[in-house]
Structures are given as C-alpha cells and as structure tokens.
Antibody
C-alpha cells in the first residue's frame, strides 16, 4: 500500500525558514517523480515543485523559485522541501504527491498534508 | 504558463443526477490532463489521468474525455459520497497548473 506522510509544518515568522519532509513507503521510491502541491486556506490547489526519480531534474513554480529547494534521499525514501524567505502568501497546507507511471505523468497518490503558517 | 479554466464554478445536483464538468486549457495539451476530487479537510484523490484513463480503484461512474484544449469529467449517477470539489490539472508542461475547481453540492 502506497503511503506518503508529510511532516515539518508549523508556525514561522515572515523571512524565516522551514523544511518539510515526506516519508514514502509501499513503492520503489527512486523510480518515480515526486511533487509538492499546496493549498492556501479556502483556496484551490497550486503546484509548487517537482523532482525526477533520480533527483537530477527539478522544477519550480515562479512564486517559489529562488526561495524553495526540492530534494530527495532515495536511500531514505524521503522527499524534502526547504523553504526560505517565507512570506505570508506561503501559508498553506503542503501536500506531497507521487508521480504516476510513464515519462510524463500526473499524480496518483497524495499525502495528507502538513500546515505551514507564516505569521508574526 | 498554461492557464486552466473550469465551468461551472459550482453546481447543485441531486442523488442520481448525471453531472458534467468542463475544463479548458489556454493552449493545446494533447491528452495530458488529470482530474482530482477533494472533500473538505482531506487530501485530493486522483480520479483520471491522460484525459480518460481511470486511476486504479476509481469507480466506472467517473469518466473523462477530450483532447487538445477542451475536456470533460462526467459522473454518471451522483451518489452522496461524490459531493466534493473537482479540479482538473495539466501536466503537458511545467509549471503544472490546476483549474480553479468546481464545487458539487447537494440540491
């Protein structure tokens, strides 16, 4: 059974940093691209970042480029999102999502999310 | 960036109704289109990928169609567990983008 468990969310001041983790199990982690998707309170879904299975290719939304860094440790089956220079508009539930099979894929499984609140 | 729109933004329907949601991309995306269902306070659930392929375990009352710029999600007979918000998403190119969502509630 595929499981994705996010952690690391919390309250942080504007300008601060936070690192999110997503522990994966139930599949061969290194074979699949992974993404982070966020949802601000009462709003829709926003894709944030993606990383290839090997970790060699990364992609970012313009809204986080230069501030967030996605990475993965395939030996630990864990996905990360390092978030720096946080702003109020980064307040959201952050979901990790597993890519499906194939070269170009969407998501097939999602974690339950972790809440990040940026406020003084 | 590819912009995604959905219509309607919300709809009220009764149990047993056939419901259709439309999604439009600002440029052609072939069939790189997915649909997700989200209930309040829960993570999204993947329903359809490649415009018309059902994810494993998704009931056949859900169906998707379309290619290029225009897509539809149809629920053949709405059940109480189907009341939720539905999002389309393009994965033709980065940045991936979602539609704004369609909320389906009980009439």
């Amino acid at each position: 059974e595929v499981q994705l468990l996010e952690s690391g969310g919390g309250l942080v001041q504007p300008g601060g940093s936070l690192r999110l983790s997503c522990a994966a199990s139930g599949f061969t982690f290194s074979r699949y691209a992974m993404s982070w998707v966020r949802q601000a309170p009462g709003k829709g879904l926003e894709w944030v970042s993606a990383i290839s299975g090997s970790g060699g290719n990364t992609y970012y939304a313009d809204s986080v480029k230069g501030r967030f860094t996605i990475s993965r440790d395939n030996s630990k089956n864990t996905l990360y999102l390092q978030m720096n220079s946080l702003r109020g508009e980064d307040t959201a539930v952050y979901f990790c999502a597993k890519g499906g099979s194939g070269v170009v894929t969407s998501f097939d499984y999602w974690g339950q999310g972790t809440l990040v609140t940026v406020s003084s | 960036d590819i912009q995604m729109t959905q219509s309607p933004s919300s709809l009220s329907a009764s149990v047993g109704d056939r419901v259709t949601i439309t999604c439009r991309a600002s440029q052609g995306i072939s069939n790189y289109l997915a649909w997700f269902q989200q209930k309040p306070g829960k993570a999204p659930k993947s329903l359809i990928y490649a415009a018309s392929s059902l994810q494993s375990g998704v009931p056949s009352k859900f169906s998707g169609s379309g290619s290029g710029t225009d897509f539809t999600l149809t629920i053949s007979s709405l059940q109480p567990e189907d009341f939720a918000t539905y999002y389309c998403q393009q994965y033709f190119s980065y940045p991936f983008t979602f539609g704004p969502g369609t909320k389906v509630d009980i009439k």
